[in-house]
């Protein structure tokens, strides 16, 4: 390359990254915002020079999580999402173990059952799903908002994929070795699947722990209530009758911070996940 | 079919499915019937403790957690209360509990709801909970005479409030105007926030939550039922009366104050809001609940500024009066009998004078016995915080006539969200005041017919 | 795929199967099934149902409200669609033609996909609000008057920025994808044909990452049906005037402010046809497995 052609080049990648630079700044501020108003203590900032940082983070957040108690809407968010990874987990994973490894009639019915359910989104079922739900007893219980969650199309879809591009000679010596369906699953594939496996408990739980309309509809109990209702409540918890906004700033970085987590930390096996199930 | 309430028990419901005789879904129907449990096994939503549903944020919500717990200390009586973010979340809530038998033992409902309640026949008469000796006639007349039905109290009266306007005393001082001669008509309201809003005082004049309390007050303040049938106290409403003075007036100054930025929108239900426009200096009138008093005198006092009430502006100068606003308590039926008593001694003290003067002492809610009210006199403490004084009055000056009975009736979130969302179209301008209005009637009348029919 | 299958007990494959077949008859299968049932009910909460035979479709199709909710609907999820991709797709050129640094910046644009849709409405909420937002002087300096309190377009524009900034990451996420599989060998011949940036993207790239950008207009169609509903709740409630009112919160409002359950029922049914077009149309595009979040 001239001399020429190099500096063309990096003043270009010059323009790229200010570019670049300015578009992840316009996206991650929304959420600056809200973290500077969470440290402040009315909450009002009615222009950008009223974005200085507040000094009462702290206070914010006690009060937010213990004064206000929303450690417990963190709380059951956690316990639900968690219950709905580790449970969609393992019924998927033997679904997908009977799907791949399996010979049996009617296969392909089966695997299409499974997969019509996502025409079924909650939003399509959730008025009958209600009823169910209090009838069986569940209503306003961890299990309404676990166990309608626990089958997974894409789940196991994603899986599935993953299953099949394992070399079958693997299998083979498995099958030759007298391995059973169990011992299989979890000392030949689990091994072998664990970008994928993270990558689908991220997925699964920030779908999960983003819930809305169904905890909002089947959960009227404050004290099993998840974040993302939760969240509502601080509005009225100013004490003057106005809307609480560094209250509801706080808990709604509060309420972002765990899904932003395990982004940042698995995104390497988020992105590889994605790749599989998007084929 | 309002009166009898859900009167379709399984009985009736399983022979109207047969009778109808729906060849073609009777795979699919047959799941359909078999729900809707209310009146089947009741059980409260804990064994160890009364669960009380409640509709009571910020500071209101401390000085209630404050009377229940004097409440466990004198009886014994474990009571747990539960925060439910807004009157319309307690009513979901209330109807979901009562239709899986899982029920809370005592639930705050606003008295807009109190027929929606009373329709699913599972909520036990007040009255029977009370001991016999219980003075219910010291309870202020024009407040029981709203949860008296057929004779029946059927809930216990609580918070009771009317809507007042707040004003901005350093900011009308500001403008030039008379803040000891707060606005009283709509005319008065209008150039007031004029002279606010040109002198560069506030942004806007007014502001209030859009919700169908306020719509419900012009009319009541103006003498006029907002729908036929005595607003639902003489039998089933089938329209709403639009076509009269009353309307017309209240929604052309509506428009003009949008048109014209004096009126500031914080948003449908939006109560919280609405305060943060006033205190913020947005605004330098605000309509809102008396509970609210407490609240904004303190906020007022935060944020730098005088703070006065007034009576709530009539259309055009007469005055009939507010209607009833805040809520109830409410018991389910069918729960055991010791289990009763307890709920009645949390009735009886929640309502004994002494709760209520702390109660309105701490919110602004006015007093409902009368007994409370003299002894609040006797210590001065209305002459010495006028501000409270001020719903009271308004309340105890008004003529009980129909009109200040506000609206009862079984559709009423219905009838609420339609008169709201309508209310948004009229003073944004986007339909005309005539025609707004008669979409307004047909759409309630829709509604009032869909639901008694 | 026949290599793969070295088990072949079938009761063990029954039981295996048994969870996942289990909780979809009896969460997704059946509770479908009722609210086709139930769709021919007049039905409430605590209130007792009433047999109504097809009543409830009569009246849905004799409502303006819910044709202009429909309407509202296809449009918003449209302006979500190209919203959404339209902006995706510049980011991720952007970062795609980035030599150095690429990763942090792909965090930076792709952390909403871990945004709560509850958050993202509330947040917008705030910096939008009319009378207190942040940047409302700013925006009514330059004479706009900020007011989607009362503003039915406006409403829907400030609903509409919040929807798609929260879906940017998940789009990103597929698109640097896309754009890294890109082979080599057809930039540089593009580069040394002297084809600009853009034509490279528009002319190169968009027809080569087609099936990824088919597989997002229905992800995003679904989002901009369904993945709203917070945003709706939390910042206009479906105004004003009817402005915001998706059939997602049409169908809340209806069942859970309403109570009207059979109504919602048939509302629910229309949805689920609407669903399964729109999941026909994509099998059919691009023949591939879609993903919805479930």
Known sequence: MTSERIRRFETEQLTLHVLAATVAFLIVLPVVIAALVSTKRAGIVTSIGDLAPGGHALSNYRRALIGLEFWRYMLNSFVMSVAVVVGKLIVSLLAALVIVYYRFPYKNAVFLFILFTLLLPVPVRFVPLYRLTTELGMGNTIFAITVPYLASATTVFILRQHFLSIPASLVETAKVDGVGPLRFLWSVLVPMSRAVLVGVSVIMFVYTWNQYLWPLVIINAESLQVAQVGLNL????????????????????LTLLPPLALLVLFRRQLLETFTIQQK | MVQSGGGYDHVSRRSVLKTSGAALTVGTVGLAGCSSSSGASVRPVDEDSLTIWHAMGGTNGETLQGLVDQFQSETDIDANLVFQDSYEGVLTNTLSA????????????????????LDTDAVEPVENLLSDDYPVDDFLSNVTSFFTIDGTLTSMPFNNSNAILYYNRSAFEEAGLDPDSPPTTLEEVRSYSQTLVDEGVTDAGLTWPNHVWFVEHFYSVDGQTLLDAENGHAGQPTTMQTDNATARSLYEWWHEMA????????????????????LTGQAAMLMTSTASVTGIRSGAEENGFEVDNAFYPTIDGDRTGPVIGGASWFVPSGLPQDRQDDIGSFLEFMGRPESQITWHKGTGYYPIRQTAVEQLENDGWFAENPMYRTAFDQLTQAENTPATKRMLIGPARQVQTTIQDMSVELFSGEVGVDEGLSELKSAVEDELDRYYS | MSTHEVFTDRLQAGVLLLPTMVVSLLFLYYP?????????????????????????????????????????????????VVGVMAVALCVSFLIHEIEVG?????????????????VAGLVFLFIAHPNI????????????????????PQAFVVVLIAAVWKQIGYNVIFMTAALGNVPESLTETAELDGV??????LRVYVPIISPTLVFLVIMNTIYGFFGTFAMVDLMTKGGPAGATNILIYDLYRTAFQFYEFGFASAKSVVLFVAVGLLMYGQFRLSDRYAYYGG
């Open chain 3, 196 to 201: 600009s940036r853009t034509q490279r993207l």
């Open chain 3, 32 to 80: 479908t099934v009722r609210a086709i049932g139930l769709s021919f009910y007049q039905a409430s909460l605590a209130r007792g149902d009433v047999f109504v035979g097809l009543e409830n479709y009569r009246r849905l199709a004799g409502s303006t409200e819910y044709l202009r909710s429909v309407l509202l609907s296809v449009l918003f999820a449209t302006c979500v």
């Open chain 3, 102 to 118: 690429k990763g942090l910046y792909l965090v930076a644009v792709i952390w909403p996909y871990a945004l709560p849709p509850a």
């Open chain 2, 98 to 117: 009562l239709d899986s038998g899982e029920v809370p033992d005592v639930f705050q409902i606003d008295s807009l709801f109190a027929q929606q309640v």
């Open chain 2, 259 to 278: 048109d014209n930025g004096l009126f500031s929108n914080p948003g449908i239900e939006a109560w919280g809001e609405a305060t943060s426009t006033f």
């Open chain 3, 133 to 152: 937002g942040i940047f409302t002087s700013y925006i009514e300096a330059l004479g706009i008057d900020v007011n989607w309190f009362s503003n039915g």
């Open chain 1, 234 to 253: 601080l509005r009225g918890q100013a004490s003057t009758g106005e809307v609480a906004w560094s209250m509801v700033m706080t808990g709604s970085i």
